[in-house]
C-alpha cells in the first residue's frame, strides 16, 4: 500500500530520516521500532504530509503522495495519531469524535440557513457513527464524560475512535500505548487487531513496547539514525546482531 524511496528530512545539517525506504504491505499491522531519536515520529510526520520531505517519494497504492497535506491524505484515507493525544478537553468523548468528519454541509452560514433539514438529518448520522465507535472501542459508558477527564490510555483508545469515523485505509500509530497501563493496553490492542481484521485497515505503528509489537505486528521494521536497520518477524529482529547493537549503544 505504501512505499517510501530513499526519503530524507534533514533539520539544519542534521539528518533526522537520512534516506529511508521501506514498503507497507495492505492488510499488515507493521511495526516500526528503534532507538530515540531513531527518525520514527520524523518519518511518520513526512508521510502524513506534516513536514515536507527534504527529498525522496512517498506512494500510496501506486500512486506518488509526497508532501500532499493531511487533509488530502484524510480524504484518501491515510490518516496518523499523534504520540501526545490532542483531543477536544472541554467537550464530551462523543461530541469530539463527531468533529472528525469534515465536509459537512454545517460548516458554512449559508448551509446553515437553506439546509437545516440535511444537517440535521447528517447530525443524527454522525451520532449513530459515534455511538457505534463507543461500543466498538468499548468505551461506551464514557460517551459524556469530558475528553479531558479521561486517562492517558482512554486517550488513546479516543485517537483511535477517531480514526473510525472516517473510513480510513491506513492509520499510522505513534506509541498508542506509552504510559498506558496493561489493561488499557490490551484494549486498545484488541481494538487494533478487530479494525484490521473485521474493517481491512492496514496499520503502522511505532510502539516502543517489544511484547506488545511482537504480539500485533508482521514485520516488524527497525529503524536507527534515520534509516531502515532491518525488517523481520519479531523473532527475527530480536536475534539481528545489527539491531542489537543499536538499542545497546543508545
Ligand atoms: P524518534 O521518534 O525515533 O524518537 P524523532 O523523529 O522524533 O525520533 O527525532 C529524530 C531526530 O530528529 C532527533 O534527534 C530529534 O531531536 C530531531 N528532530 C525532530 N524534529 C525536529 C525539529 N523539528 N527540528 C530539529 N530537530 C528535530
Ligand atoms: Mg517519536
Given at each position: 500500500m505504501i512505499v517510501v524511496k530513499d526519503l530524507h528530512r534533514h533539520f539544519g545539517g542534521f539528518r533526522a530520516v537520512d534516506g529511508t525506504s521501506l514498503?507497507?504491505?495492505?492488510?499488515?499491522?507493521?511495526?516500526?521500532?528503534?532507538?530515540?531519536?531513531?527518525?520514527?515520529?520524523?518519518?511518520?510526520?513526512?508521510?502524513?504530509?506534516?513536514?515536507?520531505?527534504?527529498?525522496?517519494?512517498v506512494m500510496m497504492d501506486g500512486e506518488d503522495i509526497t508532501g500532499l497535506p493531511p487533509h488530502e491524505l484524510f480524504h484518501k484515507g491515510l490518516l496518523r495519531t499523534f504520540q501526545i493525544a490532542h483531543e477536544f478537553?472541554?467537550?464530551?468523548?462523543?461530541?469530539?469524535?463527531?468533529?472528525?468528519?469534515?465536509?459537512?454541509?454545517?460548516?458554512?452560514?449559508?448551509?446553515?440557513?437553506?439546509?437545516?433539514?440535511?444537517?440535521?438529518?447528517?447530525?443524527?448520522?454522525?451520532?449513530?457513527?459515534?455511538d457505534e465507535v463507543l461500543e466498538f472501542l468499548t468505551i461506551d459508558h464514557l460517551k459524556d464524560e469530558r475528553a479531558g477527564n479521561l486517562s492517558?490510555?482512554?486517550?488513546?483508545?479516543?485517537?483511535?475512535?477517531?480514526?473510525?469515523?472516517?473510513?480510513?485505509?491506513?492509520?499510522?500509530?505513534?506509541?498508542?500505548?506509552?504510559?498506558?497501563?496493561?489493561?488499557?493496553?490490551?484494549?486498545i490492542g484488541d481494538a487494533i487487531q478487530r479494525l484490521n481484521r473485521e474493517r481491512g485497515y492496514t496499520f503502522c505503528m511505532i510502539e516502543h513496547d517489544m511484547?506488545?509489537?511482537?504480539?500485533?505486528?508482521?514485520?516488524?521494521?527497525?529503524?536507527?539514525?534515520?534509516?531502515?536497520?532491518?525488517?523481520?518477524?519479531?523473532?527475527?529482529?530480536?536475534?539481528?546482531?545489527?539491531v542489537i547493537e543499536a538499542y545497546l549503544g543508545t
Open positions: 514498503e507497507i504491505a495492505t492488510g499488515s499491522i507493521t511495526g516500526l521500532v528503534g532507538p530515540n531519536g531513531a527518525g520514527k515520529s520524523t518519518l511518520f510526520n513526512v508521510i502524513a504530509g506534516v513536514l515536507p520531505p527534504t527529498s525522496g517519494t478537553s472541554s467537550m464530551t468523548v462523543r461530541e469530539n469524535l463527531m468533529m472528525v468528519p469534515s465536509g459537512q454541509s454545517g460548516e458554512t452560514l449559508w448551509n446553515t440557513w437553506f439546509h437545516r433539514a440535511r444537517i440535521a438529518q447528517e447530525e443524527r448520522d454522525l451520532l449513530k457513527k459515534a492517558g490510555g482512554q486517550k488513546k483508545l479516543l485517537e483511535l475512535g477517531r480514526t473510525m469515523m472516517v473510513d480510513a485505509k491506513i492509520v499510522f500509530l505513534d506509541e498508542v500505548g506509552a504510559g498506558v497501563n496493561r489493561t488499557l493496553l490490551y484494549t511484547e506488545f509489537i511482537g504480539r500485533l505486528c508482521d514485520p516488524v521494521i527497525v529503524m536507527a539514525e534515520g534509516k531502515v536497520l532491518a525488517k523481520g518477524t519479531i523473532d527475527e529482529i530480536k536475534a539481528n546482531e545489527e
